[in-house]
């Protein structure tokens, strides 16, 4: 029996706008599946019948999207490409507690991780139709409470630190190998607190605590190079930390969503998130300035607005000054997280001598637990200096980021390793880079072994 069907002519007009053919997109899509563990084969046959009116499969639809987004340099929405009912429509509130269990419970299973990666890529447009902190509306009456259980501030003070420790591990082992553990705690012990019976102030404690540990787990999958599943992790925790009216959180989530955007080049929207943020916290301290001012700055840098930029270095510094003058707070935005934010904004700016100075400065600087952190800066100091023909030096600091590597579980720092391989096979010839070279091929078969 012949279906009939309605040509998509939002999608055609879209392909028109990018300046693409079928077989194009079909290709971008492909690339953007693989980035999210989708093994997509998808042609311009494939392109002709989602023009004809057959929609992608769900599971597609984001890459789709993010490919679009990626080629017009701006969100793309799924009503613009025609998929009325795409994943990332608004739909019906949904119980908070069974959200948060369902998310959990599929990054704890090993054997349902593929899928979730797959579910969806970053989507530029979901980030852009995140509410402003003061138009979040109370609906804890979404949480179905349990009656026979009953919490207090113990297990609240039970959350936090379990957090902490799961972070600690986070910062010297990579994110691959923390983020499983804070996964099953999140199902296991969080869950059940949400839906308990609990006095105000400690169903608003709550919420916020575990609001911080959606956060940390978003953060950790972002350093596997998870964006699309960090990204709904980081939706959750905004969720809770307005249902808590915890400013602190709601911001920090804002600015981990500013730097994944960051990273994956969406500067404008990078920019506006990061202004989100620091709107959100208009009574921050001047180390929680700085923390902000960092990433607007970078933002900023990339997005070609030098004076924004400038600005807002110049803003996180001062505040870094007032911040050290009154006492050192190990574990948070620190002398060397600002160094790299400088580093990243002269680079952006042009200046890379300048951009290599202040990494050096950072490395000082760091603290030793921040394994991950050396092992991503050093490689990229090494880039930097092997982009102005210092070849030599930037072996040397390849080496120091080996010693550190294997211990390091974390997609970032996989991506340096890569990025390091690809830089010095052109230089075989030379005697530095060849010992490199053969070096980091050792440590990764050892490391397979």
């Not at 994944?260 to 916290?281: E, I, K, P, Q, T």
């Amino acid at each position: 029996m012949a279906t009939n069907r309605t040509p998509n002519t939002a999608l055609a007009s879209l392909i028109g706008e990018a300046g693409w053919t079928n077989g194009e997109l079909a290709r971008a899509v492909n690339r953007v599946g693989t980035e999210n563990g989708l093994q997509l084969r998808y042609d311009d046959s494939a392109v002709c019948h989602w023009l004809s009116g057959t929609m992608p499969r769900t599971r597609v639809r984001p890459a789709v999207l993010e490919a679009f987004s990626r080629r017009l340099h701006r969100p793309v929405t799924p009503r613009e490409a025609g998929f009325a009912t795409a994943p990332n429509a608004p739909a019906e509130a949904v119980d908070m507690v069974a959200s948060v269990i369902e998310l959990g419970s599929a990054d704890m299973d090993p054997t349902r991780r593929a899928v979730l990666g797959a579910a969806g890529a970053f989507s530029a447009a979901l980030a852009l139709n995140i509410p402003e902190y003061a138009e979040a509306a109370d609906r804890l009456d979404t949480v179905k409470r349990d009656p026979h259980t009953r919490i207090g501030y113990g297990e609240v003070d039970t959350v936090m630190a379990m957090t902490e420790k799961i972070s600690d591990l986070d910062d010297q082992f990579g994110g691959r190998t923390a983020r499983p553990m804070a996964a099953a705690f999140l199902v296991n012990t969080i869950a059940p607190h949400l839906k308990a019976d609990a006095p105000a102030d400690v169903r608003a404690a709550m919420l916020s605590a575990a609001a911080d540990h959606l956060y940390l787990t978003g953060y950790m999958a972002m350093d596997e190079r998870q964006d699309g599943l960090a990204q709904r992790y980081y939706l959750k925790a905004l969720e809770l930390a307005q249902h808590a009216h915890d400013h602190l959180t709601y911001c920090t989530t804002l600015r981990g969503m500013s730097v994944m955007a960051v990273d994956l080049g969406h500067s404008r929207l990078s920019l506006r998130l990061a202004d989100s943020a620091s709107a959100a916290s208009p009574q921050a301290g001047p180390r929680m300035v700085a923390f902000l001012a960092g990433q607007q700055a970078h933002a900023a840098a990339q997005a070609g607005d030098r004076i924004t930029a400038l600005a807002k270095i110049r803003e996180a510094e001062v505040a870094m000054e007032k911040a050290e003058s009154k006492a050192k707070a190990f574990g948070s935005y620190d002398p060397s997280s600002l160094a790299y934010h400088v580093a990243q904004v002269r680079y952006e700016l042009g200046d890379k001598t300048e951009s290599i100075e202040s990494l050096e400065e950072s490395d000082r600087v760091r603290y030793s637990v921040y394994r991950r952190g050396r092992v991503r800066h050093l490689g990229l100091l090494a880039e930097r200096k092997l982009e102005v023909g210092r070849l030599e030096e930037a072996c040397g600091h390849w080496h120091q980021m080996l010693d550190e590597y294997p211990h390091v579980q974390s997609g970032r720092c996989d991506d340096r390793y890569r990025a390091m391989l690809a830089a010095v096979r052109p230089y075989a010839r030379n005697a530095f880079a060849r010992d490199l070279y053969d070096r980091a091929r050792t440590i990764k078969a050892t490391a397979r072994a």
